[in-house]
């Protein structure tokens, strides 16, 4: 795919998700994770502008967002090999995922207070305290910092806000899909009528994954250490720009955590057994306009005659009519 691909594909969708999201998620930042060098004026300008026109807009440079100070990262499971099973989240260009969070903020590394105790201890046991933090200061910044950007192939950088202090919800999206009436009633009631952890949709016979990359949320509010855990099981497995990799990694470490507090809205696979094993899904609170579905985008026109009838379990109880729940 060429730079005018690209672009015509991914990049001229940003300033339509920012009206999207406007218009949809009242009170929420959309924020786009990307990794543009200055030397890519072209599309440093219109992030610029975009930044100065959209007060939700928030540009995040992931090559400048880093890792706790001694955090260790180095660390790698037995076998990298991740199993690949069936999954229809569109990968879109690293420079161009994008997700809400009602609240944002950087990674900030706060060492205040670091041995402001000293005068409480005896003089030569304070100089001595002060010698070892010096050389453990000078060990840390002597040492390359590690980024999120270079833990994470770009697909992923979305999940970033799952160990942000700063933020309360989050959105995981695809940047080329349109947020539907639909899809903003699920979410409401996710975070208005349950106390799960982790919101999860399905809305297309071909939706048959766990969790959908670009489906998905969570609460910081009701699990933000268990969120960045997650994350940082994560970010021990090598970085791989391979199809499927960031649900594969939602699966093997996502998933099992979160199976006490899961709410999935799910429109056919409700009553599959795999599923139903771990959690009961919920219908969609409101009906399907024409064949759309929660993900869609104009790229994927062609998955819309897909859409069939629904089966009656996934249905709500008072709404056993909606044929195309």
Request: charged letters at 20%; hydrophobic letters at 35%; proline letters at 6%.
């Amino acid at each position: 795919m060429n730079y005018g691909q690209v672009y015509k594909q991914y990049f001229s969708a940003i300033e339509d998700r920012i009206k999207n999201v406007q218009q949809k998620y009242e009170g929420w930042i959309m924020r786009l994770y990307h990794n543009t060098s200055e030397s890519n004026s072209v599309v440093r300008g219109m992030l610029c502008r975009l930044y100065c026109q959209y007060p939700i807009f928030d540009p995040c440079q992931v090559n400048h967002i880093y890792f706790p100070i001694g955090y260790k990262s180095k660390f790698r499971p037995p076998s990298p090999t991740l199993d690949h099973t069936s999954s229809t989240t569109t990968t879109t260009h690293k420079s161009t995922k994008q997700m809400v969070s009602k609240e944002y903020g950087e990674f900030i590394d706060n060492n205040e207070g670091r041995g402001s105790n000293l005068e409480t201890v005896a003089p030569e046991e304070s100089r001595q305290t002060t010698r070892k933090l010096s050389a453990y200061h000078k060990s840390i910044y002597k040492a390359k910092r590690r980024s999120y950007g270079e833990a994470f192939v770009g697909k992923m950088w979305r999940f970033l806000p799952m160990a942000d202090p700063l933020v309360s919800e989050f959105l995981v999206r695809d940047i080329d899909s349109v947020i539907l009436s639909r899809e903003v009633a699920a979410v409401n009631q996710w975070l208005a009528n349950s106390t799960a952890l982790v919101h999860i949709m399905r809305d297309h016979p071909s939706h048959n994954g766990l969790i959908l990359a670009g489906m998905w949320g969570g609460s910081r509010t009701r699990g933000g250490a268990k969120l960045t855990s997650m994350l940082a099981a994560m970010a021990r497995w090598p970085p791989r720009d391979v199809w499927d990799y960031d649900q594969a990694l939602l699966r093997r470490e996502v998933w099992p955590e979160v199976l006490d507090s899961l709410l999935a809205h799910d429109s056919y696979f409700c009553a599959n057994p795999h599923f139903q094993s771990h959690h009961r899904s919920a219908p969609f609170p409101t009906r399907r306009k024409g064949r759309y579905f929660v993900g869609w985008g104009p790229l994927r026109n062609h998955e819309l005659p897909s859409i069939s009838i629904c089966p009656h379990q996934c249905r709500p109880p008072d709404h056993q009519d909606w044929t195309l729940c």
